[in-house]
């Protein structure tokens, strides 16, 4: 009699408790082309969660995480996030590559658990899901903060454009085709290239015989890299300026000298001249031995991100935590571990401080310093 | 007509590289009438012998690249022959063709198991700078990839042409019974085949990685250019091959100049198509009969 009691009240207590109250899912990109991404976000989401842990963890309990691998397959991301969705977890981390979240995050959305990711696809929050955020500007804010620099600082009346055939690059390369228009500036090269792309001798040349005053680069890391070794081969002298990969630490290391002189819009670099990301940059190197780029940064100020706005609102609550986030500001003076005052909007869109930064001897050299967009 | 020149030099520069791999195609072909599905990743796993060497052991470029031609020749060659070749052969070439599948994706998945999933930079075996002759700016690293694989090739036919050894494994490879009757070592003589191609690959590798980058999936787009490139030329030539790769390169480079971008990767393909259909013996090949 006593052990059935006591069996029916441990069932009981299991029941009404939260079993995966801090189940954290990284869905990301840790094979495949978008590995240099996925990995950076990766390893920027383990360190907060070490330290979330070392700290005490999330309203007392400690965050336990699974990675799981999308090989930068969207499909494949599409099954890793139900997996994840099943499995119990409170929120998923992730995934980076645009074309992988557009397709993921609705079963996300469907199940109700709140996702943060690394994506910057302009549709990606325009499509009315309430559980999606973003760590970084979507192309359509992040683009239109370089119509500026074409037009003031390099005077340019007709500019070319080389991008990658995606969910990504559509996004940002509809966004420079339009603000180029508004600012009457010429697009007299529109070169598409497929993701994974290798050989880009041919993309290089049709740029040199565009003539134009500079080029818009919007590929992802890798392609960006080879993309800049083979503009260096071929001696395209024309000024190339990119949204967020281009300049970034991947990119400098596997395109070495040729990635000097590139010029590109950042939401987040550890670069800046900001001593809060530069203790992160430090900690970063420290534990893995290499430099963290935007996307190790973007992890890490979204899991912290999870924990703040959790005991904001007291309680492992999926509904709460995403109708929390709209219209939320996280000042850095009170939260310390986003790095940078950071606001998300009714769509999850985000905004906060982002950077000009050039290429400079094999360093990212901040030049400016671009206000939150409003 | 200066960027045409320089597409064309360029594409000639990438094709001597899928050359140098679809020769290890047609080899193995004449070697075991079988074909090597993990060609491509013969050609990316040197890349990274070399970088263990360089980031791992503490060796100069040039050490490091000797290592990693030692280590191609002894897995890639010498094992690969004794463990996987030997025991299938006789099985017929189905089984060692799935079995040079099966080698791919292991070879794939340990690079990305014990090296990294993500791409490294890997150092440039020849000169960087360009040349501005007359508005062509020409490439040091394509002029120089074309000279090292004509080299390369040119020598590689000499040598099947011209010494016993090379003569004994041509008669290895067109009747290995009769070769064996006229006291050639078929064996040995297919064991060289192996080596051999496994040399060109080690060669494509350190000519293409740092311009594709050291990848585990690098091998994979390569593979299937330089299997489309040695049909194309001709499976059971050495020129054949070369020709194809030539062809490929040029072709695609004018392709993504001066047609289309998005359907490059097409061109390949429909070449191989109207090879097929037109002249299925390739373009240098030599029609093979089969008694039935």
Redesign the interface.
Known sequence: MFKQIAGASALMLAMASPVHAVDIAIVAELSGGGAPAGTQYRDGIMLAIEEINASGGILGEKIKVTQHDTQTDPQISKGLVTKAIDDGAYVIMGTVYSSSTIVNMFEAMNAGVPQIVGAEAPNITQKGNPYVFRTAYGAHRGVPSLTGYFRDNLKAKKVAVTWVNNEFGKGGHDVFVAEMKKAGINVIADIPSEAGAADFAADVSRLKSAGADAVFVYLHEEESARFLKEAKKQGLKTPLVGEVTLTGQKVIDLAGDAANGAVAHVGLTAQANVKSIQDFGKKFSAKYGHQTDHNGIKGYIGMWAVKYVTEMNGAFDQKKFADKMHGLCLDVNKHPNMLLTTCWDKDGELARESFMVEVQNGKQVVTTTVAAAK | ME?LI??IL??LA?GSIYALAAIGFTLIWQAAQTVNFAQGEFVMLPAFFVLIGINFLGMPLWLAMLFGLALSVLILGVAFKRILVDPLLSHGGLSLIIATMAVAILMKELV?EFY??????YPALVP?G?W?LSGV?I?L??ISHLIICFVVIVGLTLFLDKTKVGRCMQAAAQNAAVAEILGVNVKRMILYTFVVNAVLATLASFLIT????A????GE?LGLIAFIAAIVGGFNQVRGALAGGLLIGVL??????YIT??Y??AIPLLLLIAVILFKPEGILGKPEGRAV
Do not use: M, W
């Open positions: 960027q320089q597409v360029s594409g990438t990305k990294s999933a993500e791409a490294q930079p960087q360009a501005d700016i490439s690293q394509d740092p311009v594709y980058l990848k585990f999936s690098s787009y695609d480079n004018i392709t993504a100049t971008a998005e490059r990767q």
